[in-house]
């Protein structure tokens, strides 16, 4: 439920438009598509934000993207000169991978990382194009034996594999919405790092920084930064 509400409720501001990291999967990288278990696209027709939805997805980005947990793709950063190269590493990387690609030949059984389930509109439109699709993505010894499995009297069996949703990482910390209210601790911390900027560099005006401050006055900085921010209460100004 956490990590549903962190991907659903947290809101970040692009170009003046306001997107969570779900809007921004479902409704920029694939689209504008249906969300898994959802019933409509994520932008209605008139969103101002559907025209900025990709036209023609890559969907190897499934490869790519990770949400925090065990069974989800692994962390790694991409570049725009090397993109599709990098593109067809991961899905390889990720098919090769026995726990999301698993072929039992002798049950002619092909078992599939859920994100094959969920996102089965964006891979194929029937289980034949489903394993061309992997066919593409595999090194020569597990192309090779899911040909042999398809060449068979009868066509292989496609199953998925349980989900493991627990967190891929050590040491961290649980998210909480709370977590996200602005302070005088995250105020000063931002001021100091834009005093540090030089002159003209930045422009930012923040306003209702927090319910614990009064009303307040614009305060000028040397790097250009024009802050609307309040005076402490004695219990923040202390912390």
Same mark, same amino acid.
């Given at each position: 439920?956490?990590?549903?509400?962190?991907?659903?409720?947290? &809101? $970040?501001?692009?170009?003046?438009?306001?997107?969570?990291?779900?809007?921004?999967? =479902?409704?920029? %990288?694939?689209? !504008?598509?249906?969300? @898994? =278990?959802?019933?409509?696209? *994520?932008? @209605?027709?008139?969103?101002?934000?559907?025209?900025?939805?990709?036209?023609?997805?890559?969907?190897?980005? +499934? $490869?790519?993207?990770? *949400?925090? /947990?065990?069974?989800?793709? @692994?962390?790694?950063?991409?570049?725009?000169?090397? $993109?599709?190269?990098?593109?067809?590493?991961?899905?390889? &990387?990720? *098919?090769?991978?026995?726990?999301?690609?698993?072929?039992?030949?002798?049950? !002619?059984?092909?078992?599939?990382?859920?994100?094959?389930?969920?996102?089965?509109?964006?891979?194929?439109?029937?289980?034949?194009?489903? %394993?061309?699709?992997?066919?593409? +993505?595999?090194?020569?010894?597990?192309?090779?034996?899911?040909? +042999?499995?398809?060449?068979?009297?009868? #066509? @292989?069996?496609?199953?998925?594999?349980?989900?493991?949703?627990?967190?891929?990482?050590?040491?961290?910390?649980?998210? =909480?919405?709370? *977590?996200? !209210?602005?302070?005088?601790?995250?105020?000063?911390? $931002?001021?100091?790092? /834009?005093?540090?900027?030089?002159?003209?560099?930045?422009?930012?005006?923040?306003?209702?920084?927090?319910?614990?401050?009064?009303?307040?006055?614009?305060?000028?900085?040397?790097?250009?930064?024009?802050?609307?921010? #309040? !005076? %402490?209460?004695?219990?923040? #100004?202390?912390?």
């Amino acid at each position: 439920m956490a990590r549903t509400k962190f991907f659903s409720g947290v &809101s $970040f501001n692009v170009g003046g438009y306001e997107f969570t990291f779900s809007s921004w999967e =479902h409704g920029i %990288l694939r689209g !504008n598509r249906t969300p @898994p =278990h959802a019933v409509n696209p *994520c932008f @209605p027709k008139k969103d101002p934000r559907a025209q900025f939805a990709v036209k023609n997805p890559d969907f190897r980005f +499934h $490869f790519a993207l990770n *949400c925090g /947990a065990k069974s989800c793709p @692994p962390v790694n950063s991409y570049s725009v000169k090397d $993109f599709d190269e990098e593109m067809r590493l991961v899905a390889q &990387s990720f *098919c090769e991978d026995d726990s999301n690609v698993m072929l039992d030949k002798k049950a !002619n059984e092909v078992r599939l990382n859920k994100i094959f389930s969920w996102y089965r509109p964006d891979f194929a439109g029937s289980n034949e194009e489903l %394993l061309d699709f992997l066919s593409k +993505h595999l090194r020569a010894l597990k192309q090779q034996t899911l040909g +042999h499995m398809r060449n068979g009297s009868s #066509a @292989p069996k496609i199953t998925y594999l349980p989900y493991d949703w627990s967190t891929n990482s050590k040491n961290h910390l649980k998210f =909480h919405a709370n *977590c996200l !209210n602005t302070n005088s601790r995250t105020v000063k911390a $931002f001021l100091r790092k /834009a005093e540090e900027l030089p002159k003209g560099s930045l422009s930012v005006k923040v306003e209702d920084v927090s319910s614990n401050y009064s009303q307040s006055t614009d305060t000028s900085y040397d790097s250009d930064l024009r802050v609307r921010m #309040a !005076n %402490l209460t004695t219990a923040d #100004a202390t912390a």
